[in-house]
C-alpha cells in the first residue's frame, strides 16, 4: 500500500482471515494516541496497574510478550506505550485500554470505531476475537504510522 495515497499496490488473498498478532498493538497505540490529542489522558499521567495486567497472574499472558507489570505499580502512560511498542509488552496493553476506556470490552470497542473510521473494519474484533485480514491490516498499519 501506497502510505501518501491508500493505493493498493499489490495483493494477495485480502479477505482471508488472519491473526493480527502486534499489528493490534499499533492500533492499541493509535486509539492512546487519540486520547492523547483529544486531550483526555496526558503522557505523564501515571496509570496503577490492575490485576488483570498482572503478567504472571494472569493465565491468558503466559508466555506471551509484557512488562513484567505488578498490581499496583505506577507507570507512566508515556513508558506503557513504550513498552507497547518496544517491547511488545500484552500487560501494557491491558494497562493502557483499562486507563483510557475503562476496561478491556470498552477499549476494543473504540478500536473498532476507530478500525471502522480508518476503512479498515473488516473482520477487526467483531466479537472480540483477535482476527484480521491483510487489507484491514494495510489500512491499520497506514493509520498507525499517519497517527
Not at 495483493?11 to 498493538?25: F, I, Q, R, V
Not at 502512560?77 to 507497547?84: E, F, R, T
Request: hydrophobic share 40%; with cysteine.
Amino acid at each position: 500500500m501506497d502510505y501518501a495515497s491508500g493505493k493498493v499496490l499489490a495483493e494477495g488473498n485480502a479477505d482471508e482471515k488472519l491473526d493480527p498478532a502486534s499489528l493490534t498493538k499499533i492500533m492499541t497505540s493509535y486509539v492512546v494516541g487519540q486520547a492523547l490529542k483529544a486531550d483526555k489522558i496526558k503522557l505523564t499521567d501515571m496509570v496503577t496497574v490492575g490485576k488483570d495486567a498482572w503478567a504472571t497472574g494472569n493465565p491468558a499472558l503466559r508466555g506471551s510478550s509484557v512488562m513484567f507489570l505488578k498490581p499496583g505499580d505506577q507507570v507512566s502512560v508515556a513508558d506503557l506505550n513504550k513498552g507497547v511498542i518496544i517491547q511488545s509488552g500484552n500487560d501494557a496493553c491491558i494497562a493502557l485500554a483499562d486507563y483510557v476506556a475503562g476496561s478491556q470490552e470498552s477499549f476494543i470497542g473504540l478500536m473498532n470505531g476507530y478500525a471502522k473510521k480508518t476503512g479498515s473494519d473488516q473482520h477487526y474484533l467483531p466479537d472480540g476475537a483477535r482476527s484480521g485480514c491483510a487489507g484491514a491490516v494495510q489500512y491499520r498499519a497506514r493509520y498507525g504510522i499517519a497517527g
